[in-house]
């Protein structure tokens, strides 16, 4: 057998695979979520429904990976890893359908400009963060590019409406992916609201209401990305090296909100792939993002600061791992008013993917963003829990306050390396250094975070009880450390307080 040094690099030289398909597909996102998802289903259309269609990426922003793409000629590898059917299975695919990825930023710009102008183009996908479906006021129709992604969008389908002088059957599909609430419509306001600011004109915002689709999604599949771990294993395992190797879960599925029509387009269920077109995909996201992002990400803090370091050991563990169950069960499932029983099913298929016991899940890449992400996933439960009940969820408070205390930035002693708007962490940071270990400090601090509205939307110091119970925490935290403090609320140590 070779050595890993000795192995061939994967691209579509060194290995036979299909010739490049018509680029029908613009991807703006070439990061691991939507290689491992996206991609994967539209590789698998081509090579089991025969949709022979390419896909083009675009780096949205200066730096990233189109370079290393471009490399392998597009081509990688998806391993996916899980449960399937209740078998343990791993298998992995060689991800064709990418035909080059472009960044706009450099040499390339021409060419990504000359997109517009492919007649055969006919859908858009993207994944661009949270932070991507964004208005940035200072974007121009003559910027080369536009810094924001709507912006880019906006003038790439200007460009196309005058290069096909506003033929309608032009027009295109556009499926968001980011993990925002109704992303298509997100995205649409902004592309309209450019159109309005450059002065595009009454036919352009008519052609593109017309003429194409924004859809809503949601998307649903674990990807923790790159298997730095075990790559020498994995690279000895397929017999090539590839840098771009993606790790993903079995599970996988894609709620797409839009016209029927579509499913006749996207041949999903030829390739027996778990998508769902649908008239409304409200009830799938609440659900996806309140128990399985919500959880996630309350998780996070709570299994990190006690020494954990993976969703699956998290999940595992007697004490956390009880901890999230009662904290999903309890105190996220009863906010969300579908039939609790259902929820409850699926709650169980969510732990069960969170225990893939072949996935390293690190927390701390969950950990990015935390107080948006608490904001979306984990407040919205919070305040239906109060609504209802007239009483705080008290797990969901000390997931709260865990979070401040994770904002510290120490582990026992090490260093813990927080990833968020440089606002919040210099927020946190000077809160922090201001800390004098007592419980008047505590309140001090926990009242100064739960007023920051611009962060939750509104002023948390208004809930009853919550700057209470939060500033008992925090301080509990930082004086015992949350082994102790969480063995003594969940009794499962001997002194209570
Ligand atoms: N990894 C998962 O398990 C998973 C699952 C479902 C959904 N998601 C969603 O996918 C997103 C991306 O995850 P990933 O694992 O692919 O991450 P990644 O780091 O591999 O890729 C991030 C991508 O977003 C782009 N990006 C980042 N900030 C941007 C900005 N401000 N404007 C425009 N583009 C920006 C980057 O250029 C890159 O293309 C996450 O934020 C999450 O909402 C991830
Ligand atoms: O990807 P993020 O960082 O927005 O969130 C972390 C996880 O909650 C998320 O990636 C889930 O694994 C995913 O949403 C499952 O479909």
């Given at each position: 057998m070779k050595e890993v040094d000795e192995l061939d690099q994967l691209n579509r030289k060194s290995f036979i695979v299909a010739d490049s398909q018509p680029e029908r597909v613009l991807q703006f996102g070439e990061g691991n979520f939507l290689r491992a998802f996206v991609d994967w289903q539209f590789d698998k259309m081509n090579k089991q429904a025969g949709w022979d269609t390419g896909v083009v990426i675009v780096q949205p922003q200066p730096s990233g990976m189109v370079e290393k793409l471009n490399e392998q000629d597009g081509v990688y590898t998806v391993i996916l890893e899980g449960i399937k059917d209740g078998q343990a299975m791993k298998e992995h695919t060689v991800v064709e359908c990418v035909t080059r990825g472009l960044n706009p930023y450099g040499a390339d710009f021409a060419e990504y400009e000359a997109l517009s102008q492919k007649p055969e183009l006919r859908f858009v996908v993207s994944n661009t963060t949270e932070a991507g479906i964004a208005y940035v006021p200072e974007d121009r129709l003559e910027?080369?590019?536009?810094?924001?992604?709507?912006?880019?969008?906006?003038?790439?389908?200007?460009?196309?409406?005058?290069?096909?002088r506003g033929d309608q059957s032009k027009?295109?599909?556009i499926i968001p992916c980011e993990l925002i609430d109704r992303n298509g419509d997100a995205l649409k306001e902004i592309v309209l609201r450019y159109a309005d600011q450059w002065g595009l004109g009454v036919e352009f915002t008519a052609w593109l209401k017309e003429a194409n689709?924004?859809?809503?999604?949601?998307?649903?599949?674990?990807?923790?990305?790159?298997?730095?771990?075990?790559?020498?294993?994995?690279?000895?395992?397929?017999?090539?090296k590839d840098n771009l190797a993606v790790v993903?879960?079995?599970?996988?599925?894609?709620?797409?909100?839009?016209?029927?029509w579509l499913k006749k387009e996207l041949p999903t269920h030829l390739a027996g792939l778990n998508v769902l077109i649908v008239d409304d995909m409200t009830p799938y996201r609440t659900r996806k993002v309140r128990i399985l992002n919500g959880a996630h990400t309350a998780l996070t803090p709570v299994a990190y600061l006690y020494g954990l370091d993976t969703v699956g050991q998290a999940v595992e563990h007697e004490v956390i791992g009880a901890f999230i169950q009662s904290l999903i069960r309890e105190e996220i499932i009863p906010t969300l008013g579908s039939p609790e029983a259902e929820l409850n099913l699926y709650a169980d298929d969510v732990i069960e993917r969170f225990r893939n016991p072949f996935v390293n899940h690190y927390v701390m890449s969950i950990a990015l963003n935390s107080v948006s992400k608490f904001k979306t996933r984990n407040l919205p439960s919070l305040l239906q829990y109060v609504k209802r009940h007239k009483t705080l969820p008290a797990k969901i408070v000390f997931s709260l306050s865990s979070l401040?205390?994770?904002?510290r930035g120490d582990r026992n002693g090490e260093p813990i390396a927080l990833a968020d708007e440089a606002e919040v962490l210099s927020a946190f940071g000077k809160l922090w250094s201001g800390y004098d270990g007592t419980l008047a400090g505590a309140k001090h601090l926990t009242k100064q975070v739960l007023g920051k509205q611009i962060w939750w939307g509104e002023d948390l110091n208004q809930i009853e009880g919550l700057a209470e119970q939060t500033a008992q925490h925090v301080y509990a935290l930082t004086s015992r450390g949350m082994k102790e403090t969480l063995e003594i609320l969940t009794g499962k140590s001997v002194p209570r307080v």
């Open positions: 910027d080369r590019p536009q810094k924001s992604f709507p912006g880019k969008l906006a003038a790439l389908l200007y460009k196309r409406f005058q290069f096909f027009g295109l599909v689709t924004f859809c809503n999604s949601l998307v649903d599949r674990i990807v923790p990305g790159y298997p730095k771990d075990r790559i020498h294993e994995i690279q000895a395992e397929l017999g090539y993903g879960e079995q599970y996988h599925l894609w709620v797409i909100e839009g016209p029927q401040l205390v994770f904002y």
